[in-house]
């Protein structure tokens, strides 16, 4: 700091000056008055005489020191707020009981200690902060001990004064601003991490400043201790009954603790200069809380703030607090009246919870807690005064149709281009969150936004409206200026009907023209399901927000609705005889709500390929030969575009033939086989989609089935005995998967018709007869008979030829 030195000069001529105070202030140092330290006028010689002003102030005089650098007589004389204490010049601040250094006279101790607290000769003020170069160039300093906790310090303070030897707290803001100068020693005091004084504890939480937590009883927080700041009040015990506020402390609270809650405290009154109270609820349920004041610092009065305060009978709303938050004084019954100053304007919808029919606000005419009174059913009072009604709009009463909030702009608002709106919901609920500092039987009120969205047009809807419950609606406007209104009042609205919860699709199967749809469970709001297959999928916007964690909510359906399942009170349903084609599921659940049904968004949209026809069913054999089989189907009740019969030997699974059969039939001749053989016959309709065909499965599509053996070629003769001997050639050994026997026919010459005359399983190729009549002439003939490996079928051929012979 530039000094202007003051010199005494007596040399054949005597000098005499006015003296008041010698300082030394750096010349751009600006004091409370916006004043700067001036050089007072010299007066001439002679003007006065002898050694002694008035007031009996002695001269002192010098010889010159004609090396000294370049000074000028100069005197300044303090401002009203500035004082000189020890040499030090102080000024103090405005509205505060604390006061900073900017400057030194010559009387400054070579040895200064520059203390904590300070008397400007009528109270005693806490030094808050040092200026910069407020000890520039004083030489006369030797050592300087530093008790004072300065919140702020200064560059340069120690400037020119060179060998000088300063002692302070380790990591104090003083020390941590010296320790790089060379030209000074610096002393370091060990301080203590944690200290308890007078029912405060305080901890060292940066190694540069303290924290506070009050212990019981009536506490005072302390400005500073071990030269450091006492900066914040991060809670209280809950046997503390009042607490008095440092106006240096710099905020109350942290994100975490609640502060007050639950405590024993009767008054809390916040200093101006807190602007910030962290944390939510941070005088929750205090059963002896009588009086608040809000002081002039902060802006919101949070969340739950207040709440549950049974006997708060006086809060005073400070200056500066622009908004009211979510349930602040909830509960609080013997709060009867509640002045509400015009700088409010926000009120939370929840910020009287509980108390709406018997408090009383009071305010100005026109200023925002009226019309927030009159939009919430609050009574309100006039204290005589009036103010002009911030930029503001309204909202007329808001009605309901099931899940579906509309709302609409009142009047007429010509400077207003754009409207935004909010859908707010307020939730009562325990706090039980692992990571909440709070106990867990704490009540809550909240104010949750559920939408916020913005329009053009003064009447809207909230369609899909989540739970049965109060909502409440606000509105603002952007101008043609670009600014906005105010958030109006809130607008309360109930919805009394529960909206289930969009549905999750969990699978769909197709067999066929069937096509079956699982949900994942059923949502316990909802009173049944719709369910629709359509084409051509349509994706519009259902509602949409600025904010949030949703900006735009779409809904995607078919626009085509071609098969329905209404009002399904199962989560599996089947759509049957569906066409072949490619179709989009949609689901939503809806509520009743009287004769309105309110629906739940559209499921995730799901795309179903209808392709592959039903399986075939009801195949069986109606006609066999030797070369050819015949066999028919029960026809798919939806036409395909087709049927595949396949045929395959039994045996080695080698496809032997492949038939097409047109759609109108549900029968096939298969001609081309081997007499006596086993075949497989499978028939598989179709479905052609852009050119590829697309088959049904093979359940119950299959059989086993043998063509008519080879007609037998007969043999016979007479032979001793009376009998006769037949022979043929044996069934071939493709016949062993089946059941081969042999039925033989004969008649006597006399008789017209013929009698079964044995049945076999002879594979040898021939019979000889029981004794037969002497002289008697017999005809024979014979047929191969084969059951299938099913155990359905018997196939019989043709019988053989017919042979005669005469028994001797």
Aim: charged share 25%; net charge neutral; proline share 4%.
């Amino acid at each position: 700091m530039k000094k202007l030195k003051e010199i005494m000069v007596a040399a054949v001529v005597a000098v005499a000056m006015v003296i008041s105070v010698p300082v030394y202030a750096s010349e751009n140092d600006k004091f409370s008055d916006g004043g700067i330290a001036e050089q007072m006028e010299v007066f001439p010689a002679g003007e006065l005489t002898g050694d002694a002003f008035d007031d009996g102030t002695e001269i002192v005089s010098e010889m010159p020191d004609v090396s000294s650098e370049t000074a000028a007589f100069a005197e300044t004389e303090l401002s009203s707020d500035q004082f000189v204490s020890e040499g030090v010049i102080y000024c103090k601040d405005t509205g505060r009981d604390t006061c900073r250094i900017v400057g030194y006279t010559d009387d400054v101790p070579e040895n200064l200690i520059l203390k904590e607290n300070v008397s400007d000769g009528v109270n005693e003020l806490f030094v808050y902060s040092i200026a910069d170069k407020a000890f520039e160039n004083c030489t006369k300093l030797k050592k300087v001990s530093v008790e004072s906790a300065f919140f702020e310090v200064g560059k340069n303070i120690f400037d020119g004064c060179d060998g000088l030897t300063v002692e302070c707290y380790e990591g104090t803001y003083i020390y941590k601003a010296l320790q790089a100068k060379n030209n000074i020693t610096l002393i370091g005091k060990e301080r203590p991490q944690k200290v308890e004084i007078d029912n405060v504890s305080y901890w060292d939480a940066s190694s540069s400043h303290y924290i506070a937590w009050a212990l019981e009883g009536n506490v005072s927080i302390e400005k500073g201790i071990y030269g450091s700041p006492v900066i914040g009040l991060d809670g209280i015990d809950e046997k503390v009954e009042t607490i008095e506020f440092p106006d240096t402390l710099k905020y109350i609270g942290d994100s975490e603790n609640c502060i007050f809650r639950s405590s024993m405290i009767r008054e809390i009154i916040i200093p101006d200069y807190i602007t910030d109270i962290a944390g939510k609820y941070i005088a929750d349920d205090c059963e002896y809380l009588e009086y608040v004041h809000t002081g002039n610092g902060y802006l919101r009065i949070g969340c739950s703030e207040f709440s549950n305060c049974p006997n708060l009978k006086t809060v005073e709303i400070g200056t500066s607090v622009e908004s009211i938050g979510d349930g602040a004084f909830k509960n609080c019954y013997s709060l009867k009246e509640l002045y509400i100053p015009s700088n409010v304007q926000e009120i939370s919808a929840t910020a009287f919870w509980g108390i709406e029919d018997s408090i009383t606000i009071i305010g100005e005419s026109g200023s925002y807690a009226e019309a927030y009174a009159n939009s919430m059913g609050i009574k309100f009072q006039s204290n005589g005064k009036s103010v002009k009604m911030p930029s503001i709009v309204f909202l007329n009463e808001p009605s309901v149709s099931g899940n579906t909030i509309c709302a609409s702009v009142a009047g007429e608002n010509s400077e207003v281009v754009e409207y935004k709106y909010g859908l707010y919901y307020t939730v009562e609920y325990e706090a039980d969150e692992p990571d909440m500092w709070l106990k867990k039987d704490l009540v809550l009120t909240e104010e949750t936004i559920t939408r916020r969205f913005e329009d053009k047009s003064k009447t809207v809807t909230f369609p899909y409206v989540q739970g049965d419950r109060e909502y409440y609606v606000r509105v603002c406007g952007k101008k043609k200026n670009g600014k906005y209104t105010l958030w109006s009042p809130p607008k309360k609205v109930t919805v009394k009907v529960n909206t289930p919860k969009p549905p999750e699709v969990e699978g769909i199967t197709v067999n066929g023209s069937t096509v079956t749809v699982t949900l994942k469970n059923r949502d316990e709001y909802a009173d049944a399901y719709n369910y629709v297959l359509g084409i051509n999928p349509k994706k519009s916007l259902a509602y949409s927000e600025v904010y949030g964690l949703s900006p735009k909510v779409y809904q995607t359906v078919p626009s085509e609705k071609k098969y329905v399942l209404k009002d399904q009170n199962t989560t599996k349903v089947s759509f049957k005889n569906v066409k072949k084609g490619t179709y989009y599921l949609s689901v939503r659940g809806y509520a009743k709500d009287g004769k309105t049904k309110a629906y739940s968004l559209p499921s995730k949209i799901q795309k179903v390929n209808v392709f592959y026809p039903a399986a075939v069913t009801g195949v069986k054999v109606t006609g066999r030969a030797d070369h050819s089989l015949t066999c028919s189907w029960t026809p798919v009740k939806l036409s395909p575009d087709g049927y595949i019969v396949y045929v395959q030997d039994s045996n080695t699974g080698k496809n032997v033939k492949r038939i097409s059969v047109k759609n109108t039939s549900a029968s096939v001749t298969i001609k081309g086989l081997e007499a006596g053989q086993s075949y497989k016959i499978v028939v598989r309709a179709y479905n052609k989609v852009n050119g590829k065909n697309y088959y049904s499965s093979y359940d119950k599509s299959q059989i086993i089935a043998f063509t008519a053996p080879k007609t037998p070629s007969l043999k016979a003769q007479a032979v001793s005995g009376h009998k006769v001997k037949l022979t043929w050639k044996p069934i071939p050994a493709a016949y062993q998967n089946g059941k081969c026997e042999y039925v033989i026919y004969y008649r006597n010459a006399k008789d017209k018709s013929y009698q079964r005359l044995t049945k076999l399983s002879d594979t040898k190729g021939s019979y000889t007869t029981k004794a037969l009549k002497k002289n008697n002439t017999y005809y024979f003939r014979m047929r191969s008979s084969i059951c299938d490996e099913n155990g359905n079928h018997s196939t019989t051929g043709t019988y053989s030829n017919t042979v005669k012979v005469t028994v001797k």
